[in-house]
């Protein structure tokens, strides 16, 4: 079965500072990966998605991942953090039947001024 | 174009009582999930459907939760009766096939068990 492992279940920065945010997965094929955002009372908004293409993956928001198999990872970047990037953010897999999302236990984001 | 929407937004009750959340998904959107999110977890998928038909529903605690998606479109969640471990927000999503498609979130329902 896949599983989703997100390591530091905090992670904060300063304005202008990299953001990266740490994504491990498992799974038995080539995956599909996601990376989801969530705003404080809000529904999840999908950031970006890995689907055996590119391997780094350019998403909304200036936000981008690699996909590295050789680490099963696919770790979420930015450059230059922004205040208002402060959120949950999850990072998800598709599992091999391609009907269920198996998300990871989320990593909320704070930005400091 | 409207997005998921979700109602009501917060429910509070007691345990043992009996309690519904109502989904309209994105219109033409045929996959429609129902994921349970716990205080500092990932969403968990309880039930999909496509069109009116369940696909998945293996996570789903059928003695107290069941849902429905009358004519392939709305759908309704409900739980009967609540436990104290039920709290939580249950999230609403839509996608227009299944698989590698994008899932379209409602922003939830909050549920409060006493």
């Known amino acids: 079965a896949q599983s989703v492992t997100q390591l530091g279940s905090h992670v904060s920065v300063s304005e202008g500072a990299l953001v990266l945010l740490r994504c491990n997965y498992s799974s038995s094929v080539p995956p599909y990966l996601f990376w989801y955002v969530q705003y404080p009372n809000q529904g999840l908004q999908l950031l970006l998605k890995y689907t055996s293409a590119a391997t780094l993956v350019k998403g909304i928001n200036g936000f981008e991942a690699e996909f590295k198999k050789s680490e099963t990872s696919f770790h979420l970047t930015k450059p230059s953090a922004h205040m208002s990037d402060a959120a949950e953010y999850f990072c998800a897999v598709l599992n091999n039947a391609g009907n269920m999302l198996t998300f990871g236990g989320g990593t909320r984001l704070m930005v400091k001024p | 174009e409207a997005g998921v929407a979700q109602s009501p937004r917060y429910k509070i009750i007691e345990k043992r009582q009996s309690v519904a959340f109502w989904c309209n998904p994105i219109s033409g959107h045929a996959t429609l999930y129902w994921y349970q999110q716990i205080l500092g977890q990932g969403p968990k998928l309880l039930i999909q459907?496509?069109?009116?038909?369940?696909?998945?529903d293996s996570q789903l605690p059928k003695d107290r939760f069941s849902a429905e998606r009358l004519k392939g479109v709305d759908s309704t969640l409900k739980i009967q009766p609540a436990k104290l471990e039920d709290s939580a927000v249950y999230l609403c999503?839509?996608?227009?096939?299944?698989?590698?498609?994008?899932?379209?979130f409602g922003p939830g329902t909050r549920l409060t068990v006493l």
């Open positions: 999503a839509s996608s227009l096939l299944a698989g590698e498609d994008e899932q379209f």
């Open positions: 459907f496509q069109n009116n038909g369940v696909v998945d």
